[in-house]
């Protein structure tokens, strides 16, 4: 049986001057004494209240717990560094306290990591629903003109400017005045607490979208494809319903606390930047299919209340989508055509419809971008 | 004949003067290796969370393994200090992130400038912030019981920095030896070990003297191509398609126009990315060795010997070993691809999808985690063993005569340079 070590020798720095002093070290029943060569005591330590700092390989370092001195004792003696590790708790060379301590930070981070998903999964789409309804209409038109002057230079690429709009010259008011008339109709019963900004522009496909503060954009390839002027009505009573379900305010609003959750907190590391990118795009599309869902069904409920056919918007989703390719399921932020369809022709029912526009006034507003 | 003074302490023990080189670096590589790898799988699951411990694991690796005078340094940082001082930061940044956007909203002449302004703002808060990173450090590093510490109003060092910066750009890079100097004697001036006062000694004039020639193989046959390049273009000729349309707009520009300056351009990109390649460890090298020479504290003097082959062979060695994991990865990468298309095998769904765009995701984040982690451990502790190895160090004496002064700084500081995304380790 070895003898228990009970002294040995170490460097001792008080950590009020730099000096160094070779030091023997004692070990008691309960604490550690330091002494200097001269037999003086300069430390007296607990084995409980001692802890390892760190240092290079093969020295211990040891300072007193809870002390504002940076007085530090050094052991390169392993023998007495095994008895120290033995007598004192806090002391744990075999590292399995420190490992202890490092999984349950690791699975503490895990878990938060999990838990800020969940977040931006669920929590991100419902707080921004409910703030949406509270920003001021003020606030939001301000900001919709900020956004139409950058989204008006983006689409009006030959920097047309007033030329850009349709239904402006001599030939086109007619055009214009029986555009006027649909939207007349939807606006009346929609009873929005904002007045709506529509504008028809030269633009070949097939589209129209609305901006915060009630600016909405028809594209000419959109009335190209119409046959009726309920299929028209039925894509602007969905715009519509983007604008009375502030949904301009929900997509700043989201887009804003996915940058704060994966942009902040997230993904501070080398490659993170592809993950954030990924998953923002991608939470930003699935909450988008959800809000076109919604948008679906005010625009049935519009056209009930304005007399027109519900199914009409079914109809011309169909037309279009037949000649454009959906692309990767995960980035589609619309529902695909034929569940959209479904659920369209699902609330619209079969309701008695009168015509919202005449025949003359339905092929003049067919030629409100015709130039010549 | 006279009598010892009673209150006299009794000499200090003799201590035998160490017969191994003043400064030396003990940590082990494969220690390191581990340290890293295993830190940067948890960096994935933890989608960066696990960054304070890994900065400050490194930490105290890299301060253990340096040993001066036969005593190494303590790195006394914890992971939570680092990661309340990342949340503190968070509280200022949020709001003034939130300002800069509701301004930039409301137009007017605020709004449009709002753009300039905020840049302005962040970076000096960015040098703010590394200024006072800089003081956490170096309160928590500790020799023979002793912290170092550092004054200073970081507010003056960040305006001092951005103006210095800016001159920077506008010289390009010609006022750098002058900034550099500028900003490391205010760094060094405000710099204490205990008692000992700091101070750097390198002189602009040399620094820019060594560096000049380096400057001008960059920028001439940078700046010849550029001209080269645009003045090749018909400019007249791209006014008048520009105005056509964009459709015409673009097939000319796929055609014949750009054709001369996108070659011109081409073989100037190609050749000031291998000049950088080739100058910039030459560069780093001149630069190492200018500053550490010009550190004192004191009546101590550091002098550095670093020689440029061995950061030649610290880049080396990365590219060596980028070179094998990048082999490895495209294997794996191929393998993964035939399992994944196996797995999802024409099928059409979402859930498809999403596991397709999962294993891509994974597996470019194991990639630039694994290139991360190589530069780390061939260059990073390289670079550190190196620099550390090739410092001679006159009057070391002064060291045994040191007392403590100074107290620990908040974390905020390094919380800040987290947040805002400046500042390394």
């Known amino acids: 049986m070895n003898a228990m070590t009970v002294a040995g020798t170490g460097t001792f720095f008080d950590g009020i001057t730099t000096a160094r002093r070779e030091v023997t070290i004692e070990l008691g029943a309960t604490v550690m004494l330091i002494r200097a060569p001269d037999g003086a005591i300069l430390a007296e330590w607990p084995y409980g209240g001692i802890e390892a700092r760190s240092a290079p390989e093969g020295l211990l370092r040891l300072a007193k717990t809870g002390s504002p001195s940076l007085a530090r004792l050094e052991i390169r003696d392993p023998r007495l560094a095994t008895a120290i590790d033995d007598l004192s708790i806090p002391i744990d060379r075999s590292g399995h306290a420190e490992r202890r301590d490092r999984t349950k930070v690791i699975a503490w981070s895990v878990a938060a990591t999990v838990s800020l998903i969940l977040v931006a999964v669920i929590g991100v789409p419902e707080i921004a629903t409910r703030l949406a309804p509270l ?11 900020a956004i139409d002057a950058q989204i008006r230079r983006s689409i009006d690429t030959r920097h047309a400017g007033a030329a850009f709009e349709c239904g402006n010259n001599q030939g086109n008011k007619p055009g214009r005045a029986a555009f006027d008339k649909l939207m007349g109709q939807l606006e009346a ?3 929005l607490p904002l007045p709506l900004n529509p504008a028809v522009v030269h633009r070949d496909e097939a589209n129209a979208f609305a901006l915060p503060g009630g600016r909405v954009y028809v594209f000419e390839g959109l009335i190209d494809k119409a046959e009726t002027p309920d299929e028209l009505a039925g894509v602007l009573a969905h715009e519509i319903g983007h604008v009375a379900h502030r949904d301009g305010n929900r997509n700043v ?14 993904g501070d590391f080398v490659g993170g930047g592809a993950v954030i990118f990924a998953a923002k795009t991608i939470l930003q599309t699935s909450y988008s299919r959800d809000v076109e869902t919604a948008a679906d069904g005010y625009g049935v409920t519009l056209m009930h209340k304005i007399g027109g056919d519900a199914r009409a918007l079914g109809t011309i989703l169909t037309r279009i989508a037949g000649t454009t390719h959906p692309g990767p399921k995960l980035l589609l932020d619309h529902p695909d055509t034929p569940s959209r369809v479904a659920f369209i022709n699902s609330l619209a029912g079969s309701a008695p419809t009168k015509p919202l526009l005449d025949k003359a006034e339905w092929a003049a507003l067919k030629r409100i971008c015709q130039t010549s | 004949m006279s ?6 302490p009794p000499p200090l023990p003799a201590v035998a003067p160490p017969a191994i080189p003043m400064v030396r670096f003990l940590g082990d590589d494969t220690v390191y290796w581990r340290l890293l790898i295993r830190g940067a799988v948890l960096l994935m699951f933890t989608l960066g969370i696990y960054r304070f411990w890994l900065a400050t694991d490194i930490r105290r690796f890299l301060w253990s393994g340096t040993e001066l005078g036969g005593d190494s340094f303590e790195y006394s940082g914890t992971a939570r200090e680092l990661l309340i001082g990342f949340l503190i930061a968070l509280t200022i940044v949020i709001p003034l992130y939130s300002l800069f956007f509701f301004v930039a909203l409301g137009g007017g002449p605020l709004g449009d400038t709002s753009g ?3 840049f302005v703002l962040l970076t000096l808060l960015g040098h703010y912030a590394v200024y006072r990173a800089r003081r956490y450090r170096l309160t928590r590093t500790i020799y023979r019981g002793v912290r170092f510490h550092q004054t200073g109003p970081a507010w003056r060092y960040a305006v001092c920095a951005l103006f210095w910066f800016t001159l920077i750009v506008l010289s390009l890079g010609l006022a750098y030896p002058a900034a550099q100097s500028r900003l490391e004697r205010f760094k060094m001036r405000h710099t204490f070990f205990g008692d000992l006062p700091g101070r750097f000694e390198g002189s602009a004039s040399q620094l820019f003297l060594r560096g000049i020639l380096l400057w001008v193989l960059l920028m001439v046959p940078l700046t010849v191509g550029l001209v080269a390049s645009l003045g090749s273009i018909d400019w007249s000729e791209l006014e008048k398609v520009a105005d056509a349309g964009s459709e015409e707009f673009w097939t000319w520009l796929l055609g014949h126009g750009l054709a001369g300056a996108a070659a011109i351009g081409g073989v100037t990109i190609l050749w000031t990315l291998l000049s950088i390649a080739v ?29 440029t082959g061995q950061v030649f062979g610290v880049y080396g060695r990365f590219l060596g070993y980028a070179l094998l994991f990048t082999i490895a990865g495209t294997v794996v990468g191929i393998v993964g691809l035939l399992v994944v298309g196996f797995v999802v095998k024409g099928s059409d769904s979402l859930w498809s999808e999403i596991f397709a765009t999962a294993a891509a995701l994974g597996f470019y984040v194991a990639m630039m985690l694994g290139y991360s982690t190589i530069y780390q451990a061939t260059v990073k502790l390289g670079l550190w063993r190196c620099i550390v190895e090739t410092l001679d160090v006159s009057n070391p004496h002064v060291l045994e005569r040191v007392s403590a002064a100074g107290e620990a700084s908040s974390p905020v500081g390094e919380g800040l340079a987290d947040a805002l995304n400046v500042g390394g380790i």
Do not use: N
């Not at chain 1, 920003?135 to 003109?145: A, C």
């Open chain 2, 116 to 118: 300039l302004l905020s």
């Open chain 2, 3 to 8: 009598m010892p003074d009673a209150a006299v």
């Open chain 1, 135 to 145: 920003i001021p209409y003020s606030v939001e038109r301000k900001f919709g003109t």
């Open chain 1, 253 to 266: 609003l989201e887009g804003a606390g996915l940058s704060f959750l994966f942009g902040m907190l997230l």
């Open chain 1, 189 to 191: 019963a929609a009873a």
């Open chain 2, 279 to 307: 100058l910039f460890p030459i560069f780093q090298a001149m630069l190492w060795r200018w500053w550490a020479s010009g550190l004192r504290f004191g009546d101590l003097a550091v002098t550095s010997r670093l020689r």
